[in-house]
T-cell receptor, first 113, second 116 residues
């Protein structure tokens, strides 16, 4: 069984640029959630996708957007990057919407200069 | 809104000893789920243990067990026979079926160091 994978592992961008982060779900999972983890903090929920539809969003501005593809992989897009967007971005997958455990990928470390 | 509080930013324990990490949460709901996740320095978040609020019995997973006090809204993690590999950040998290999305609400974490 393949676990959750994310790419790239590290990324450096400058303020105002756009970035796309990618996530492949664990085999058999059709729900993907994205979290932002600032340094020294717990992860914060960005949004969740279930069967290609957004299923809930946290307190993040519209410049944070996402997609889920038919194979249940997912993308997180951030436009007009700000310095405060520097963080570890975590993707987690789970099965259906049955309150099952979310399994996390290794994350993408984004640095905005 | 639900909140999760971990009041111990850092803790240390000697190898083979027992340590307890604290977590409290605030919710008005009766049905929810609680988790402890471990994030080693390599950063991948790993599930340690899960507790369903409707279950009175405390969850256990090998050396890891919880003390779930629903009335007090407390969910502590006990690690027995601590090992060097237990060194990590530990996050307590809450999930509720209300609102549709299965979002996890995390505490700020406790940094646990196991000393040889």
């Amino acid at each position: 069984e393949t676990g959750v994978t994310q790419s790239p592992t590290h990324l450096i961008k400058t303020r105002g640029q756009q970035v796309t982060l990618r996530c492949s779900s664990q085999s058999g999972h059709n729900t993907v959630s994205w979290y932002q983890q600032a340094l020294g903090q717990g992860p914060q929920f960005i949004f969740q996708y279930y069967r290609e539809e957004e299923n809930g969003r946290g307190n993040f501005p519209p410049r944070f957007s996402g997609l889920q593809f038919p194979n249940y992989s997912s993308e997180l897009n951030v436009n007009a990057l700000e310095l405060d967007d520097s963080a570890l971005y975590l993707c987690a997958s789970s099965r259906d919407l049955l309150w099952e455990t979310q399994y996390f990928g290794p994350g993408t470390r984004l640095l905005v200069l | 809104a639900q909140t999760v509080t971990q009041s111990q930013p850092e803790m240390s324990v000697q190898e083979a000893e027992t340590v307890t990490l604290s977590c409290t949460y605030d919710t008005s709901e009766s049905n929810y789920y609680l988790f402890w996740y471990k994030q080693p320095p390599s950063r991948q978040m790993i599930l340690v243990i899960r507790q369903e609020a409707y279950k009175q019995q405390n969850a256990t997973e090998n050396r890891f067990s919880v003390n779930f006090q629903k009335a007090a809204k407390s969910f502590s993690l006990k690690i027995s026979d601590s090992q060097l590999g237990d060194t990590a950040m530990y996050f307590c998290a809450f999930m509720s079926p209300q609102g549709g999305s299965e979002k996890l609400v995390f505490g700020k974490g406790t940094k646990l160091t196991v000393n040889p």
